[in-house]
């Protein structure tokens, strides 16, 4: 299924899904206006076509005492497949990483959010791990002081 080919109820159906991929199949049903067998039908299309990739569970950092959120740039000493590559690798490993990303357009060429307990757990992050992996050549960290917008909803509204 191509994204031009969502209608309507499909984006309904995504849009509950993002709110709360928990739903019964009955409650989505009947949130989006379906009976069940259609809905359950939709929802396998989805999943076969790949636009739904997985459903979790999000959970509260700050009651899990993980209270300090780090956005640290790194920068690379050579920019070769293997460095990157073995970067990648280490870092997939670290569950105190939520995201990875190669970027452009800046001095770093990776950006990363990392969540921790504390500023004693980021030092010993940044020390222990970091720095240790052959190949980062510089570090910039900034810290989270508030969430102003924290969601993993994708805006539907592009999509046609």
């Not at 928990?22 to 396998?44: D, F, I, K, M, Y």
């Not at 636009?51 to 899990?64: E, G």
């Not at 990157?84 to 357009?105: D, K, M, N, S, W």
């Amino acid at each position: 299924m191509a994204l031009h080919t969502l209608d309507r109820l499909d984006r309904r159906i995504l849009e509950e899904l993002q709110r709360n991929g928990g739903l019964t199949n009955q409650e989505l049903a009947e949130r989006v206006a379906l009976s069940a067998s259609p809905c359950s039908r939709r929802v396998r299309q989805l999943e076969d076509a790949g636009i739904i990739l997985r459903r979790v569970t999000l959970l509260d950092r700050q009651k899990l005492g993980l209270a300090l959120t780090a956005v640290i740039q790194i920068g690379m000493d050579r920019h070769t497949p293997e460095r990157f590559t073995l970067f990648e690798t280490t870092i997939r490993a670290y569950p105190e990483v939520q995201e990875c990303y190669l970027v452009t357009g800046q001095q770093a060429d990776y950006l990363l959010k990392v969540v921790v307990p504390d500023m004693e757990h980021y030092q010993r992050f940044l020390l222990d791990k970091i720095t240790r992996i052959e190949g980062v050549s510089g570090v910039h960290s900034s810290f989270v002081m508030r969430r102003v917008v924290d969601s993993t909803e994708l805006p539907l509204s592009y999509v046609g």
